[in-house]
C-alpha cells in the first residue's frame, strides 16, 4: 500500500477497480489542520481526470501496471504485434488501443506499452516520426512559401498534407499526436 | 603564477576568470563552462583589476574529468537560486538587528527533546532516545518561567512527512515571546519585523507572492475568524458546537464534508475552501484574529468569550506566515488539554508521545502572563524574494541531498 510520502506524478494506483496515473499532487497543512495531498488521478482506461484529496495517513493501493519498452514488428489483420526487446516476449494488440496514429506506424518503431494486470492497455507512440514520401504531385512552380499545402502519400500509407516544395524520395518528419508535417530531414 | 577562480563569462577566444586576484581576462578553453573552477598558469604577473588580460595556458580544472557517479552537476546550483541564498543571509542579519534593537535576548535550546509536543496533526521525527523538535516552544516557555522577560530562536525545526511549495520537513522557524505582554505587541513585532526584512532585501517595505506587490507597512489589517467565516464561506462558527452542528452549517454552505467529520475538519474544510482564497487574493497583509479555542491548544480563553482564544495569525500574500498565542499559563488546564490530545491521538492511531512533566512543573512555578509567536523564517525569505517555492531559498531540499 502507499501512503500521501509516496504520492509523486506517474505512480500508479488502484481506485474502484481503475488503473489511475498522478499528474498533479500538493501538499496541504493549514496551521492546527490536518494535512493532505490535493491529488489529480488520469484513469489509464478512459483518459478521465478526478481530483481528490488524500488525507495523511489514508492508503492507496498500488495498481498493478507495468510499463515496457516494445517495438512494433507487423500488422495481422485488425491487430498489431510488438515485441519486447529485453526478453523476446511478443504481445499482439488491437488496433483500435493506439487509435489514427496506427497509419503512421512502422516496423521496427519503439513504442511503450502499458500492462493493467498482465493485459495490454495502451500504446504510447513517440511523439515524431521519420517516413519518406512515395507518393505526390509535383508542386506548382514558383510557390515555395510553404504556406500552401498539398497532399502526400508517406511509406506507411497515411496521407499528410505537406508544402509544396516536398517531393517523392523525401524524409519528413511527423507529428503523432495531430497527423501535422512538422519539418523536412535531410538526409 | 598560479591564477585560481571561477569562469564568470567565456566566448570563443577570451574567458573572464574571478578569483583569488579578482578578475582576469584569459585565452578560453573551448570547454569551459560559466561556473567550472579552473587553475591557471599564467606568463606574467597578473594585475589586480578587472580586464587586465594574462597570457595563460589552462593547466587543469579542478573538476578533471567526469566523477564516474551518479550525476556530474551535483556542484551546481541555478544561479537564482544563490542570489536567493545572498537574499537570505542578508534576512537573518536585518532579523537579529531587529531583535537586538529591542532587548530580545538570542537563546538556542535543544533541538532533540524527549516530548516533540502533542499537537494533534504534528508528527515528531524520532531521534536517539527521543524526537527533534516540532517547535521549541516548550523549553522556551521554561527559560520565561525562569526569568527571562524578551528571548528569541531561529532554529531548524523537523515535521515528519510535511513537504510542498510551503513545507519541508525540515524548515527554519523564527520564535520569540514576551512576559507581561498582551498579543497586541506582539502582533506589532511581526509587522515591524516583516517590513524590516523585506526592506534590507528589496529596500522598500513591499513582499512579493504570485507575481504581485504587497504593501507590508505597519499597522496590518484585522479580522476575527468568526467574522472571516461568516463573510467569505457563510458558516457560523461559535466554537462550542457539537462537530455535526458544525458539519451540517459547512454543508448547508455548499462546502463538501463528511457527516461524521471531527469539528476541526469541517472548520478547515470551509476555511480552505473559502477564507484562504479570499485572504490571498487580499493586496494587503492580514492579522486573523480570535481563533475558535479547539484550534489553540496552549492560548488562554478570552475573558469575554471562553469559546474564543488569544490566538492570531498573520498573512502575506495568501501565505501563512506566524502563528500566535497569549500563553495558557495554568497547569491544571495546560495538564487537561495535553491529556485530551493524547486521547485523540490515540483514538486515530497516531504516535503517542509523552507530556513534557518539566513545562507543567514550570507553569506552575510560574509563568508570568506572556505572549508568544512562532514564524516561518523560510516563507518569510519566500516573501522578501517574490520566490514561489521554499525550495528556491533552501540551500538544498531533502531530494537534493
Redesign the interface.
Known sequence: MYDTSDIRKGLKVLMDGNPYNVIEFQFVKPGKGAAFTRTKFKNLLTGAVVERNIRSGEKLEPANVDQRDMQFLYKEGGDLVFMDQSNYEQVTVSADLIGEAVDLMKDNLPVTVLFFNERPVDVTLPTFVFLEVTASEPGVRGDTSGNVLKPATVETGASIPVPLFIRIGDTIKIDTRTHEYVERVAK | MILRGRVLAVDEQIAIIRGERGDARVPADPAWRPGDLVELEAEAEAGAGAGDEVGARRVRAYGGPPYPGPGTEVARLPRARMARLHDRARALAALRSFFDGRGFVEVETPLLVPSPGL???LEAVPAGAGYLITSPEYQMKRLLAAGFERVYQVCKCFRA?????H?AGEFTMVEWYRGYAELDAIAADVEALVADVCRAASGRAVARAGGREIDVSPPWPRLTVREAMRRWAGVEVAGDEPAAALAAVVRAAGIEVAADAAW??A??AA??ARV?PAIAALDRPLILEAWPAP???LARRTDEDPRIAHRF?AYVGGL?LA?AFGELTDPVEQRARFEEDLRIRAA???ARYPIDEKLLAALDEGLPPSAGVALGFDRLVMLATGAASIDQVLAFTADEL
Open positions: 499537537e494533534i496533526h512527512n510535511e513537504r510542498g511549495p513545507h476541526d475538519d472548520f478547515f476555511f480552505l484562504e484550534l489553540a491548544a495569525e501563512e502563528n486515530r492511531g497516531k
